[in-house]
């Protein structure tokens, strides 16, 4: 069994940054990929950004130069800064390894 936690979440303006975490436990945490998705009231979860182990990256356009997603494989955690970031930012951010879901941090950002 893995576990995933996320940290860093919350209330920022527009333009604002924050930077989130997430550390993986238990079993197997030597992840080929892990990543970032978000889902916002009323919509679908969708990916935000991902990472494979030797750190290739896949962003979504709506982040791309805005966000950046990095790995500490020594420490089983991945990070996902985020700057200038908009009010439709706005949604529950969660962290993936596959087939594993972390239970998500709040991003608020206001206009």
């Known amino acids: 069994q893995v576990q995933l936690v996320e940290s860093g979440g919350g209330t920022v303006q527009t333009g604002g940054s924050l930077r989130l975490s997430c550390a993986a436990s238990?079993?197997?945490?030597?992840?080929?990929?892990m990543g970032w998705y978000r889902q916002a009231p009323g919509k679908q979860r969708e990916l935000v950004a991902t990472?494979?182990?030797?750190?290739?990256?896949n962003y979504a356009d709506s982040v791309k130069g805005r966000f950046t997603i990095s790995r500490d494989n020594a420490k089983s955690t991945i990070f996902l800064q985020m700057n200038d970031l908009k009010p439709e930012d706005t949604a529950v951010y969660y962290c993936?390894?596959?087939?594993?879901w972390g239970r998500g941090t709040q991003v608020t950002v206001s206009s």
């Open positions: 993936n390894m596959p087939p594993y």
């Open positions: 238990g079993n197997a945490v030597r992840a080929e990929n």
């Open positions: 990472i494979s182990y030797y750190r290739a990256t």
